[in-house]
């Protein structure tokens, strides 16, 4: 997991080229004149300095920033995985005071509403930048039309939105689809390795939140390799909102309704976690040939741990450490240079093979 691929990006057309000093000379006298602003959103913790971290139905009184520093507000969709926390983590780290940032931080917790909420504080502050990790691809294009109105640059981050491309500046994120491609080409690979290749295969899949790119993308890409083998046979999906409890309980489900499980497939490591504890607890040996092959996305460190251990046959990794790509496409458009339209980040394929090379490396 390194850097960023940008690769095969195309150049945003038609960039404003923000100049700082102009549009924040602006911005700031306005911000002194406020001398407390009330959030729409509230406040959980207010940590030290620069990150003004809030979340949902309460209300905060604002700080002012420093003068000169570049002021982001940045909604998070949740904290419902590792991998979320991991992400939120790199952007706090990356927009720093020291890196010339004013940071205002919102945690959603997993609704579209609040993050809507959230945006709608960050245009009413004039912030100079809004980022935000989209927990469905649905339903932003109001929102986002209200932030071009008012003149705010928005940067997609993570997950992708359907809405119109002209409506925000770029994305930054993982590509989900090639994700899911790449679980299908190992599995095709792994079952004639088995000499199963002609064999009926039954899978099952626990999907990450419904409407969310990755799981749209993850979901594409999989059936397109499926789509080739006439033998395997998707049994049954559901929605396990990329949470360890959910992946517990559809997994538990899953295995009273079928006893011919040959392939089980988690779109992230949370899920994967609470499948395999309903493995356990229906007696499954996770270290016999005989148990199903666990599929499993994002490579955490416990995903990694359980991928050495033979319990999850192949992690997909999903990089989230995408603050620094964030935060230097923001300086560039500070500088009033191009960005790209879109930044993928680097993503490997882990097994038995290669896990124990990357493990101690996680931070997530
Ligand atoms: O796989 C999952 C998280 O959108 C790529 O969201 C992200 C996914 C990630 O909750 O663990």
Redo the contacts with the bound molecule.
């Keep these: 997991m390194t850097g960023l691929n940008k690769g095969n990006i195309k150049l945003f057309p038609d960039n404003k080229g923000w100049n700082a000093c102009k549009r924040n000379a602006v911005k700031k006298a306005i911000a002194l004149g406020t001398a407390f602003t009330l959030l729409t959103a509230s406040c959980i913790s207010c940590s030290p300095f620069n990150v003004e971290e809030t979340s949902s139905n309460m209300q905060i009184l604002e700080p002012e920033p420093a003068e000169n520093l570049i002021r982001v507000g940045f909604s998070q969709l949740g904290s419902?995985?590792k991998?979320?926390r991991a992400n939120s983590i790199s952007i706090k780290d990356a927009l720093t005071v020291d890196n010339g940032f004013f940071l205002q931080f919102n945690n959603a917790r997993q609704t579209q509403e609040n993050q809507i909420k959230a945006i709608r504080g960050f245009i009413s502050q004039q912030v100079d930048y809004i980022a935000f990790c989209p927990v469905t691809e649905d339903g932003w294009d109001t929102v986002l039309r209200e932030a071009k109105d008012a003149d705010i640059p928005v940067i997609i981050v993570?997950?992708q939105v359907s809405a119109d491309s002209s409506l925000y500046t770029t994305w930054i994120g993982?590509n989900m689809r090639q994700e899911g491609e790449n679980a299908g080409i190992w599995l095709s690979k792994k079952l004639e390795e088995l000499g199963k290749s002609h064999d009926k295969i039954n899978i099952i899949e626990l999907l990450?939140t419904r409407g969310?790119s990755?799981q749209i993308g993850r979901s594409i890409g999989f059936d397109t390799v499926c789509d080739k083998h006439q033998n395997w046979v998707l049994l049954d999906r559901d929605d396990g909102d990329?949470t360890t409890a959910k992946g517990q309980e559809i997994m538990s489900g899953f295995l009273e309704k079928y006893d011919d499980i040959d392939v089980v497939v988690c779109q992230?490591d949370?899920m994967a976690i609470g499948a395999v504890q309903a493995m356990q607890d229906a007696g499954i040996d996770l270290y016999s040939d005989e148990k199903p092959i666990i599929i499993s996305?994002?490579a955490s460190r416990q995903g990694l741990e359980m991928v050495m251990q033979g319990i999850i046959d192949v992690d997909v990794e999903?990089n989230p450490a995408s603050g620094p790509q964030l935060s230097e496409v923001i300086h560039e458009m500070e500088q009033g240079n191009q960005v790209a339209k879109a930044y993928f980040m680097n993503e490997e394929v882990f097994t038995r093979d290669n896990a124990s090379r990357f493990v101690d490396d996680r931070s997530y």
């Design positions: 419902e995985s991998w979320r993570d997950r993982e990450g969310s990755s990329f992230n949370d996305f994002d999903c």
